[in-house]
């Protein structure tokens, strides 16, 4: 257990549905990330949130929409999505945005686009 | 923030170290080397970080050599459950996680 809960952790959905991943951190962190790991590829960096503000966008496509409503919570809400967006999606926290803070990562979000 | 060269794939003895080598010969001053891993289908797990000296917590050891041009990560007992992916990331901004393809450690009975 590192702090970091993600559900669902498994997804499969349509291409035409709406649906949300949600992330919460029990560490007190700051600042919560979302990244993307396709098969066979390296991890992404989708989204950066430091104090509840969007800090960072990776040139996410607008598919995919983040919310963080405090700095515990972290949302990616997901709609139209295409099968290529098929992969384990994770969710991090870390104590704050210095150089060096070690992030801590929740189990992911199995997701499946048919 | 400074690439890193790690070997695709490892084998190590249940019960005997692992010595997981990493290259990072661009490194500058101010950047950390972290050692993450994940177990299929999980999200990665912190296992330890260091920036000059040598660290070692109750999960491994981390060496740096003295030029920081490389490192090494050390499971000393490895068991069945350390079988992994172990990546390697040195890194100066927060928001830079950059995982590259890590090397595969199986554990053998």
């Known amino acids: 257990e590192t702090g970091v809960t993600q559900t669902p952790r498994h997804l499969v959905m349509g291409m035409t549905n709406k649906k949300s991943l949600k992330c919460e951190q029990h560490?007190?962190?700051?600042?919560m990330y979302w990244y993307k790991q396709s098969a066979k590829k390296p991890l992404e960096l989708m989204f950066v949130y430091n104090f509840k503000e969007q800090t960072e966008n990776n040139s996410v496509p607008s598919r995919f929409s983040p919310e963080c409503p405090n700095s515990s919570h972290l949302f990616l809400h997901l709609h139209t999505l295409q099968p290529e967006d098929s992969a384990l999606y994770l969710c991090?926290?870390?104590?704050?945005?210095?150089?060096?803070?070690?992030?801590?990562f929740g189990p992911g979000t199995r997701l499946l686009v048919l | 923030d400074a690439k890193t060269t790690q070997p695709t794939s490892m084998d190590c003895a249940e019960g005997r170290a692992a010595n997981l080598p990493c290259n990072h010969s661009t490194i500058s001053g101010n950047e950390y080397v972290y050692w993450y891993r994940q177990i299929h289908s999980q999200g990665p797990q912190y296992i330890i970080h260091g920036l000059k000296n040598n660290e070692t917590n109750e999960m491994a050891s981390l060496i740096i050599t003295e030029d920081r041009k490389s490192s090494t990560l050390i499971l000393p007992h490895a068991t069945l459950r350390d079988t992994a992916v172990y990546y390697c990331?040195?890194?100066?901004?927060?928001?830079?996680?950059?995982f590259g393809a890590g090397t595969r450690l199986t554990v053998k009975p």
């Open positions: 560490l007190g962190h700051n600042a």
């Open positions: 991090a926290s870390s104590q704050d945005p210095q150089e060096g803070e070690t992030q801590y």
């Open positions: 990331i040195v890194r100066r901004r927060h928001n830079d996680m950059r």
